[in-house]
């Protein structure tokens, strides 16, 4: 069976592969200001030297440990030393796409949209259970369910394997998109830990504040 890749994608009205480089549209904080949209790199655009430079990077286990690429794009070079985020961005490689058009593809039998996997890991962040996440995806329409690849129930996305096509319900495909969220999350748990190791007076303060004591001779 074929290795599944992170960041990989393509972008549904072309059917152009890309990177995805940032899920969301962040500040200079890191705060999301833009959910509805993603920066990708077209790869099949990029000239040979940087399309080559950029997948063996997406191929590294670095990439494939990350959350996002961007957080590896930020500390990798191109062959000829340049930084490659720093390129992407001065080139103008980094196209902004709607979620909603860009597709996920870990592996050649499994496809899923951008838009539904942010959705589902904002909703964990929020505190929802897997059981309501599951029930708010559920489409009580009357359109049919949708035709998607067959992925056993204990399975991540990424775990997906290729089998006969079939109708699964909503709620297995939300299932399958929690798998794929709790990933995500506990990448972000991690990342969280090593920046406060690395700069503990970033780490919010527990506790009320002490109040301040009144001397009996003032």
């Given amino acids: 069976m074929a290795k599944n890749m992170k960041h990989i994608g393509k972008i549904a009205n072309t059917g152009l592969k890309c990177v995805v480089v940032f899920r969301e549209i962040y500040d200079e904080r890191g705060n999301v ?67 909603d058009q860009i597709n996920m593809t870990p592996n050649n039998h499994t496809s899923v949209k951008l838009s539904d996997i942010n959705h589902i890991v904002r909703k964990q962040s929020s505190g929802m259970s897997e059981r309501d996440i599951a029930n708010s995806m559920v489409d009580d329409t009357d359109s049919p369910p949708r035709t998607q690849t067959s992925l056993d129930p204990t399975q991540t996305i990424d775990q997906a394997v290729n089998t006969s096509e079939q109708v699964l319900d909503e709620t297995a495909i939300a299932k399958n998109l929690l798998s794929q969220a ?18 503990p007076d970033l780490k919010p303060k527990r506790g009320r504040p002490k109040k301040a004591t009144v001397s009996a001779n003032t």
């Fill in 33 to 99: 200001i833009d959910d509805k949209n993603c920066l990708i790199v077209e790869t099949e655009r990029l000239p040979d030297m940087e399309h080559d430079d950029v997948v063996r990077v997406v191929q590294s286990p670095e990439a494939q440990d990350a959350i996002e690429f961007y957080q590896i794009a930020h500390r990798s070079l191109f062959s000829d030393g340049e930084n490659m985020l720093k390129r992407l961005h001065d080139k103008g490689y980094l196209k902004k796409y709607p979620t």
């Fill in 182 to 199: 709790d990933t995500f999350l506990a990448e972000a748990e991690r990342l969280r830990d090593e920046a406060y190791d690395m700069a």
